[in-house]
């Protein structure tokens, strides 16, 4: 007899049906196979001991994906963003917390990448980022260095509305950077801190036009990591706190030159949006385990089906409405991301982003609902997907409530009107 097949065995989102060019949809599925296959096995136990998965780290070196966006002449995979965020979705169907902190370092090489290729630059400003980014991608494609990107400091700053506190005085042949940062996911197992901060001489004013985004050695003298690390959810990703004090930065670990981290963050504003393909893939994940629960088919539980009460089935047929819905606007949203977007393609991407990690959440609520008491035990993973799920909508810069700020305001207003 055969065995079982498992929802997971299907991509979530089928070449044929989305049209995927064939390369694309293969790497797509090879996150979907490492995931059911590296991730999900170890899922529980770091959630259960708040510890960073370092080990699954190590073994994406050996699958390619630590460098999936790194450049094809630089010795990665060449994936743009789209076919990330496809990818991203499918381990986060696994492990939420590896999905996301993953994704931390994938926009190291996603945005010195493909994005940065987009942005416009003098020519000596692109070739000594090519330069540049050469050697931080030599250091992720043979070495299997982790990047970690803490950006948030407690303040405006991470929502993009201020200068970033933490500060880069330029010195001879780098920089010394000082600072803190909060929730920084790998902090403690990544080699590198994609620092984004503030470049400002004696007496001048913070300007985020000045932002550098910077790599930091981990072991550099200056750098520490401080606090607790007890959360509610998203527990593997270890997201304590960064301390910068002095610390020196060559100047070659710039990620991108002066200027364009801020140029990059008005052109490609997508870029923010990478935070949602995590969430993604836990709206798939609770909508999977509910499907095969009511079935009697999760591994480890009795076989018992519960699939024949009418408001079970109106409750799953309620459930794949919300995600059908999702994964459309997700679609569409990844797939037209580009420099110098529309505005209505601006607008769908913050829609995008709050019905991906809003309806992540509602639908992790809802399969605990319908499926009973013992799906919430611990040695289930819907208990985690509930919990991970809640995380999303709290994600800077684009936070659910930012999203929905932003959409009444500029839907209702075109650039600079005002009103008397
Ligand atoms: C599991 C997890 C992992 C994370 N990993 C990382 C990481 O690797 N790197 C990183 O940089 N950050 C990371 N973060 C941090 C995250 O992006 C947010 O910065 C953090 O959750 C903000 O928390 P806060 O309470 O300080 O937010 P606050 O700044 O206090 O904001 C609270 C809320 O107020 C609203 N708000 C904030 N600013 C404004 C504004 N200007 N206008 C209107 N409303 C506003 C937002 O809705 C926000 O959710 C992580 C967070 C979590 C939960």
Redesign the pocket.
């Known amino acids: 007899m055969n065995a079982k097949r498992s929802p997971t065995d299907a991509a979530m989102f089928d070449r044929q049906a989305f049209r995927l060019d064939a390369s694309d949809a293969a790497l797509i599925d090879g996150a979907r196979q490492f995931g059911q296959r590296v991730l999900a096995p170890r899922a529980a136990k770091h959630d259960r001991e708040a510890t960073f998965p370092i080990e699954n780290f190590r073994d994406m070196h050996g699958a390619g994906l630590l460098s999936l966006c790194v450049p094809k002449a630089d010795g990665g995979a060449g994936a743009d963003f789209r076919t990330y965020c496809l990818a991203a979705a499918e381990l986060g169907r696994f492990c939420g917390?590896t999905a996301?902190?993953w994704n931390?370092h994938v926009c190291s090489t996603l945005w010195t990448g493909p994005l940065a290729d987009d942005i416009e630059m003098s020519a000596e400003e692109r070739a000594g980022h090519i330069r540049r980014r050469k050697l931080h991608y030599a250091r992720i494609v043979s070495d299997g260095a982790v990047y970690?990107?803490?950006?948030?400091e407690?303040?405006?700053a991470?929502?993009g509305?201020v200068a970033f506190g933490t500060e880069a005085k330029a010195v001879d042949g780098g920089y010394l950077v000082s600072g803190k940062?909060?929730?920084?996911?790998?902090s403690g197992s990544a080699d590198y801190y994609g620092v984004l901060c503030t470049e400002r001489a004696e007496g001048e004013a913070a300007s985020r036009r000045n932002t550098l985004y910077l790599a930091v050695k981990a072991d550099a003298p200056g750098v520490s990591v401080t606090g607790e690390w007890d959360?509610l959810?998203?527990r593997g990703?270890v997201?304590r706190t960064l301390i910068l004090k002095d610390v020196f930065v060559p100047a070659d670990e710039m990620l991108m030159p002066r200027g364009i981290y801020f140029r990059a963050a008005t052109t490609w504003p997508h870029m923010f949006m990478t935070?949602c393909p995590t969430y993604m893939g836990l709206a798939q994940a609770a909508y999977d385990f509910t499907v095969q629960y009511l079935r009697g088919e999760l591994p480890g539980m009795p076989p018992v089906k519960r699939r024949m009460y009418p408001t079970k089935q109106v409750a799953v047929a309620e459930m794949l409405i919300m995600l059908e819905q999702t994964k459309a606007l997700y679609f569409q949203a990844v797939s037209e991301a580009r420099a110098n977007p529309s505005k209505a393609q601006v607008l769908r991407a913050y829609a995008t982003q709050y019905t991906v990690m809003e309806n992540a959440q509602a639908m992790a609520a809802k399969a605990i609902r319908t499926c009973g008491g013992q799906a919430m035990l611990k040695s289930l993973a819907l208990e985690r997907i509930y919990r991970d799920s809640r995380?999303g909508?709290?994600?800077?810069?684009w936070?659910?409530?930012?999203c929905v700020?932003r959409l009444g305001r500029e839907a209702l207003y075109e650039a600079g009107e005002k009103d008397e």
């Open positions: 917390a996301l902190s931390m970690a990107q803490p950006f948030s407690g303040g405006a991470a929502a509305a940062k909060i929730f920084a996911s790998l959360p959810g998203m990703t997201s935070l995380c909508s709290l994600m800077l810069p936070t659910a409530e930012l700020d």
